[in-house]
T-cell receptor, first 114, second 116 residues
C-alpha cells in the first residue's frame, strides 16, 4: 500500500534553478527517507530525517519534516542536468527483528534541462 | 564493498518457465528485501528476510518463492508467472535497526522481467 503522496508528479526546470518536491504521509513515522532513481535503475538513498528533526542538509539537498502536517519537502539547490531522475519519499516502519518496511510515495519525476 | 548486485539484468520468460533471480551483498547486512516496481509506480515490498529467515511476506502469490541460502545471498524463484508480473524486481539490504541506528536500505540495479 502506498503511504506517501508526492507533488508535483512531474517537474521540469532549467539548470541552476532550485527544485522543490513535497511528500505527505498518513501514519506516524520513525523517520522519513528520500531516494533517487535514475530511469529503470535501482534506488539510491539520499537523506534520512528523524521524526524529532525539523530540517536536515546534505550538500545541495535540504529536507524538512513537519510531523504535525505529516509532510516533508526535498529541496535541490542549483540543479544540474545530472539531477534528472525520479525522487521518492519513503516512510520507515519498524518490523520485528530489526528490519524495516519502506512505504514509498508515488514519486516526482524531475527533469533538469541544460 | 557497498554494492548490491543482481542478476540477470534482463529476463524474458514464458508462463510455463521456471527461472530464478539472484541478489548478493557483502556489506554484512542481515536484512534483505525483495521489491516489485511496475512502470511509473513506486516500489512495493514483497518479502523481508531477517537473519536469513523469512519475516515478512506481503501476501505475494506462491508463484514467487524467495530463498535466502546465506547471509550474502537472496534468491527469488519464479514459476508459472503471468504477464501482469512483468516488472522491475529490486533487491535491497540493510543493517538491522538498533536503538541508535536507522535502516538505510541499499538497492541493487534490479532485474527487468518480461513474462510473455
Amino acid at each position: 500500500s502506498q503511504q506517501g503522496e508526492e507533488d508535483p508528479q512531474a517537474l521540469s526546470i532549467q539548470e541552476g534553478e532550485n527544485a522543490t518536491m513535497n511528500c505527505s504521509y498518513k501514519t506516524s513515522i520513525n523517520n522519513l527517507q528520500w531516494y533517487r532513481q535514475n530511469s529503470g535503475r535501482g534506488l539510491v538513498h539520499l537523506i534520512l530525517i528523524r521524526s524529532n528533526e525539523r530540517e536536515k542538509h546534505s550538500g545541495r539537498l535540504r529536507v524538512t519534516l513537519d510531523t504535525s502536517k505529516k509532510s516533508s519537502s526535498l529541496l535541490i539547490t542549483a540543479s544540474r542536468a545530472a539531477d534528472t531522475a525520479s525522487y521518492f519519499c519513503a516512510t520507515d516502519h519498524s518490523l520485528q527483528g530489526g528490519s524495516a518496511k519502506l512505504v514509498f510515495g508515488k514519486g516526482t519525476k524531475l527533469t533538469v534541462n541544460p | 564493498d557497498t554494492e548490491v548486485t543482481q542478476t540477470p539484468k534482463h529476463l524474458v520468460m514464458g508462463m510455463t518457465n521456471k527461472k530464478s533471480l539472484k541478489c548478493e551483498q557483502h556489506m554484512g547486512h542481515r536484512a534483505m528485501y525483495w521489491y516489485k516496481q511496475k512502470a511509473k509506480k513506486p516500489p512495493e515490498l514483497m518479502f523481508v528476510y531477517s537473519y536469513e529467515k523469512l519475516s515478512i511476506n506481503e501476501s505475494v502469490p506462491s508463484r514467487f518463492s524467495p530463498e535466502c541460502p546465506n547471509s550474502s545471498l537472496l534468491n527469488l524463484h519464479l514459476h508459472a508467472l503471468q504477464p501482469e508480473d512483468s516488472a522491475l524486481y529490486l533487491c535491497a539490504s540493510s543493517h538491522l535497526k538498533t536503538r541508535s541506528s536507522y535502516n538505510e536500505q541499499f538497492f541493487g540495479p534490479g532485474t527487468r522481467l518480461t513474462v510473455l
